[in-house]
């Protein structure tokens, strides 16, 4: 069983609809991270965050510590927000540099 | 643009054969990091430097792999006898140090190198 499971794997929106995609985790963790995966590869860091809840434009990420989850949510979602959402772990007490990635949310918000 | 570049952005390469990526962090990050990541997966930590000092390396960085950050700026990663298996787009992040008693600093990440090896 992999520490950092990610779901849906998939999933496919309409443009404007609103977007959930969830993190379970099964380690304590000092910081959770949302990243974002273009194709071609480029990974942008959206959130980094430790407790309650981040916002950035149209991008929401919360994080229920005990409960080892965390959301994120798209609002009017877009077909530029088409990518692959990773969550990532920093493990508490790990390695400062191993974070732990999940697979990966694949969106495609249609037009 | 996240400041951080690597080289080549694509590698086509024979078994066996011997390769070298590099990266070039964003200048005052003193922290690099290595990645690898296969199709469909999240990606996977190789090892990650501080300054020159290559202070961790995964299970995964078998004999084949080095990396180096000789001056402490960019870093390399070689494989040597390149097998089917190392085929995978190879990432590096960088970032500032980790404070006491915080959270790891955000990593910023590279394009990317994708191999290929046939």
């Known amino acids: 069983k992999n520490e950092v499971e990610q779901s849906p794997q998939n999933l496919t929106a309409q443009e404007g609809e609103f977007i959930t995609i969830n993190c379970s985790y099964s380690?304590?963790?000092?910081?959770l991270h949302w990243l974002q995966q273009h194709p071609g590869g480029g990974i942008v860091s959206l959130f980094m965050?430790?407790?309650g809840k981040k916002k950035h434009g149209r991008l929401i990420a919360t994080i229920n510590i005990q409960e080892k989850h965390s959301s994120l949510h798209i609002t009017a979602s877009h077909p530029r927000d088409s990518a692959v959402y990773i969550c990532?772990?920093?493990?508490?007490?790990?390695?400062?540099?191993?974070?732990?990635f999940g697979k990966g949310t694949k969106l495609s918000v249609k037009p | 643009d996240t400041g951080v570049s690597q080289n080549p952005r694509h590698k086509i390469t024979k078994r066996g054969q011997n390769v070298t990526f590099r990266c070039d962090p964003i200048?005052?990050?003193?922290?690099l990091y290595w990645y690898r990541q296969t199709l469909g997966q999240g990606p996977e930590f190789l090892t990650y430097?501080?300054?020159?000092?290559?202070?961790?390396k995964s299970r995964l960085l078998s004999d084949r792999f080095s990396a180096e950050r000789p001056k402490g700026s960019f870093s390399t990663l070689e494989i040597q006898r390149t097998e089917q298996g190392d085929s995978a787009m190879y990432l590096c992040?960088?970032?500032?140090?980790?404070?006491?008693?915080?959270?790891?600093?955000?990593?910023?990440f590279g394009p990317g190198t994708r191999l290929l090896v046939l």
């Open positions: 965050l430790s407790s």
């Open positions: 990532a772990v920093d493990p508490y007490g790990g390695s400062q540099g191993n974070l732990i």
């Open positions: 200048s005052e990050h003193n922290r």
């Open positions: 380690v304590g963790i000092s910081a």
């Open positions: 430097f501080q300054n020159e000092a290559q202070l961790e």
């Open positions: 992040a960088s970032s500032l140090p980790k404070a006491a008693g915080q959270p790891q600093e955000t990593q910023y």
